[in-house]
């Protein structure tokens, strides 16, 4: 069996997930799966750096070895590896491929007020024609500003521009270059050309000559130099699939038809469909709509929800070494009805979840009788909402008549959300693959192999290895 490594890296920690195949395309399909392997798993989270929340990624880098290592001592070498991470954060380099300064995270509060402020420089109707990104702050395009009016020098001295996933691939290979789906969540992007826009960079005092050309997610084969190949050998190589994380969970969604949102659920809830170019209008963007790069040249037409974020902070603070499913299980006993802004800014990054949920109940005279576990339920059912009010928008933008929901990713474990979901939105729900992220990654590389044919099989494939789930509308 051929073996494809897919290393999926979020916000809280990665996965290194094996990915094989039983049986060859042509063979027979009842014996015919994907088979998957999680290799090694490693926590991740921020550090404290100059004042701000920074990633540590010579520690990703060492976590990664040490999944490179348990391969070696097992004797497998994969035909090829790929990363994803989430969208928007980013490196600098100067000219001796050192990085500059540190890789702030986007939660980091130095984005503050920038949403705001860009106005003053390109009005927002003009940029969402020009970017079709949703407005939310920690955008690069915001990240740059802040940047350039704190420490300028470093963009002075940039002579490379990397995303996370770029740059741990050039630390494998030796090789920089620019992967379309998560260069597409910076806001200097040209969302018909899928190009940087020089001209937006020129006009907002920024770098216009260290980025690479975006490159289409499986378009590219890198070889693997120092530890990473004395560990996987001369055989191995990195085949860049789609690096932004969701980008790699829609690659994996078995779609029945075209009919059916996509809800990519973890600490992001990420809803939409897969569109063949943006949609730049002026009801998209008050919609707050965001058009990011797909596999295959699509769009990714979504909106980005705050997630499970919150819940997780709150289980964090109010019910350590509770599992979800007995956390979960406690709300569901709860007779609370509140709902809130589960986008309101204040939920990005509050030194305390539970305080600020309980500051924005106060607000609105909803404080009076609150327990710890009302929280929890409070949040599960925004988000169900939440998603209601998303996919009546999206109806609204595309005129299509949605008749599904397909969620993917760890949010999709949860029983009660998924039934919350039906009853918010009012339509079937299907369910997995949980892996959505990194079994897509893996497709990807698979694709590029040859190994699959095409997307039809590739969903064929999840559909009969993986579990799918299904809530109809009772």
Request: glycine share 10%; with cysteine.
């Amino acid at each position: 069996m051929k073996h494809y490594l897919a290393i999926d890296i979020g916000a809280s920690g990665g996965v290194m997930l094996l990915v094989g195949r039983t049986a060859s395309a042509g063979d027979d399909p009842r014996t015919d799966r994907l088979v998957t392997e999680p290799v090694y798993r490693f926590e991740n989270g921020y550090v404290s750096r100059g004042g701000h929340d920074c990633w540590d990624l010579e520690r990703l880098l060492a976590e990664i070895e040490t999944g490179f290592a348990e391969l070696a001592k097992r004797g497998i070498a994969p035909v090829s590896l790929g990363i994803d991470t989430w969208g928007v954060d980013f490196v600098l380099l100067d000219e001796n491929q050192e990085i500059i300064g540190d890789s702030v995270a986007y939660r980091d509060h130095r984005t503050d007020g920038w949403p705001e402020r860009l106005a003053d420089y390109v009005p927002d109707d003009e940029l969402y024609r020009v970017n079709g990104l949703q407005r939310i702050n920690f955008n690069t395009i915001y990240q740059f500003m802040a940047l350039r009016e704190t420490d300028p020098e470093q963009l002075e001295r940039a002579r490379h521009f990397l995303m996370l996933p770029d740059y741990l691939h050039y630390r494998l290979s030796g090789v920089m270059t620019n992967e379309y789906t998560n260069a597409s969540t910076t806001g200097l992007l040209n969302a018909r050309t899928r190009d940087w826009d020089r001209g937006l960079l020129a006009r907002l005092g920024l770098p216009t000559d260290i980025y690479f050309e975006p490159k289409a997610p499986g378009s590219q084969s890198l070889p693997l130099v120092g530890r990473a190949a004395e560990l996987l050998g001369p055989g191995s190589r990195i085949v860049v699939p789609a690096t932004h994380d969701t980008g790699s969970a829609y690659v994996a969604l078995p779609a029945r038809d075209e009919r059916t949102v996509y809800l990519s659920s973890g600490t992001w809830s990420l809803i939409g469909d897969i569109l063949p170019e943006p949609v730049l209008t002026e009801a998209a963007m008050r919609a707050n709509y965001t058009n990011e790069g797909g596999y295959g040249g699509t769009i990714r037409f979504l909106k980005n929800i705050m997630g499970l974020w919150l819940a997780q902070n709150l289980r964090r603070e109010l019910f350590p070494g509770v599992s979800w499913d007995d956390l979960e299980a406690r709300a569901r006993q709860s007779r609370c009805d509140l709902l809130i802004d589960v986008n309101d800014t204040r939920f990005l990054a509050p030194e305390s979840m539970s305080r600020e949920v309980r500051a924005y109940l106060a607000e609105r005279g909803q404080s009076a009788g609150i327990e710890d576990i009302d929280l929890v339920r409070i949040v599960y059912r925004s988000l169900a909402r939440s998603y209601q009010a998303a996919v009546e928008e999206l109806a609204s933008l595309t005129g299509k008549d949605y008749h599904a929901i397909h969620i993917t990713g760890g949010g999709c474990r949860s029983d009660w959300l998924n039934r919350l979901c039906v009853e918010a939105t009012g339509l079937e729900v299907h369910t997995g693959p949980a892996e959505g992220s990194a079994i897509g990654n893996a497709i990807v590389q698979m694709l590029a192999d040859g190994e699959i044919r095409d997307l039809v099989e590739a969903h064929a494939l999840v559909r009969r290895s993986e579990k799918i789930g299904r809530y109809p509308v009772s």
